[in-house]
């Protein structure tokens, strides 16, 4: 109840304004002092080129005023859209004349830089619809080290479906919900399965929970490091990942994605058919992404793997070179290629 009366607050409303009004984020008011200490940092040391990455976008125009001062290359990253970010579009706290504004300057800063890189192909789409210079595609990835041998990993009592990570209102899970409650009706799956999320969750999730006839299944564990989710995962039998349902969700690959294809365990995912994360699923043969909506089908595919597990079948995805591909170590020395073309005499 409290988050509820904060959010509908005249407090609450007035941040909520603040934060749609600065251009181009709240971390402008940084902006001086980052670049005071930057330019220190720069002044003591022989520094060869300037990289940036957003969100904030704060971050690259506070790049962009080093580059030019140093007159030194600068490689732009990009997470996140900027003004075309779902959450700013069409947003009615965001005043016209600040949106055309912040769309002036992000055309004018992305102008400015000697190269661009992002996540996923949408996002690609999208900046090249802003500029034509080339946009370079690096995908978040998974840390090889972090990932523990497979004779390693015991083989399961029950089939455990796993969610690791933070859960948003986005990210709401009914439709595995629905799923769960139909399977419920099979003895074997509702006396042989575990329901693990790892992380901190939301209210709502702690109240689906109780009131789902498989609430006994469902083991909650709090937010642990990174390694030992890992180690969790790779214990798993299923993973399930849900892209925030939001507008501009067809460009969303979050690094969850690439930690699930690390381990090789299959993927229950719901979300865009047709986006990116769909798109790299399907390529590594890691599993099934849903529609939000599909639960019918999206039942068929969990109790088909829990027949599996039953079964003694292998569930490990086998597109070992595809998957690799995603490695830190093959993605850092793509953007170390990008940084030696700028550097090079």
């Not at 075309?84 to 400015?112: A, C, M, P, Y």
């Not at 080339?134 to 990932?147: H, P």
């Not at 409650?181 to 999730?205: H, K, T, W, Y």
């Not at 390529?283 to 079964?311: M, P, R, T, W």
């Amino acid at each position: 109840m409290q988050n509820s009366i904060s959010f509908t607050s005249f407090k609450g409303k007035i941040s909520r304004w603040v934060k749609y009004n600065f251009i181009p984020d709240t971390r402008i008011l940084w902006k001086r002092s980052a670049y005071r200490k930057t330019k220190d940092i720069f002044s003591e040391h022989k520094i060869d080129l300037v990289f940036s990455s957003s969100p904030p976008q704060t971050n690259h125009i506070i790049a962009r005023k080093i580059a030019r001062k140093f007159n030194i290359p600068w490689v732009a990253d990009f997470r996140d859209p900027w003004t075309d970010v779902f959450w700013l579009n069409n947003n009615s706290k965001r005043l016209g004349l600040i949106h055309r504004i912040d769309k002036s300057i992000e055309r004018k800063t992305i102008q400015s830089m000697d190269a661009i890189v992002t996540v996923s192909p949408s996002l690609v789409s999208l900046l090249s619809q802003k500029t034509k210079k080339k946009i370079d595609l690096i995908y978040n990835g998974f840390d090889e080290d972090m990932i523990p041998p497979q004779e390693s990993i015991a083989h399961n009592d029950k089939f455990t479906v796993t969610y690791a990570g933070s859960m948003s209102f986005e990210q709401n899970p009914v439709s595995f919900f629905k799923c769960i409650e139909q399977l419920s009706r099979n003895e074997s799956f509702a006396q042989g399965c575990r329901l693990r999320f790892i992380g901190n969750f939301p209210p709502f999730l702690h109240e689906m929970i109780r009131n789902s006839p498989l609430s006994h299944c469902f083991e909650l564990t709090e937010y642990t490091d990174h390694q030992k989710a890992i180690e969790y995962i790779a214990g798993s039998d299923l993973l399930l990942m849900i892209v925030p349902q939001t507008p501009d969700n067809k460009c969303v690959v979050t690094s969850k994605v690439f930690d699930y294809l690390a381990v090789k365990v299959p993927i229950l995912a719901y979300g865009p058919v047709d986006g990116d994360a769909a798109s790299i699923i399907k390529q590594a043969d890691a599993g099934e992404i849903f529609d939000y909506n599909d639960v019918d089908n999206s039942c068929k595919y969990l109790l088909n793997q829990f027949q599996n597990h039953v079964d003694g079948n292998s569930l490990l995805c086998s597109k070992d070179e595809y998957i690799r591909s995603f490695s830190r170590r093959n993605l850092t020395a793509q953007l170390a290629e990008i940084f030696h073309s700028l550097t090079k005499t």
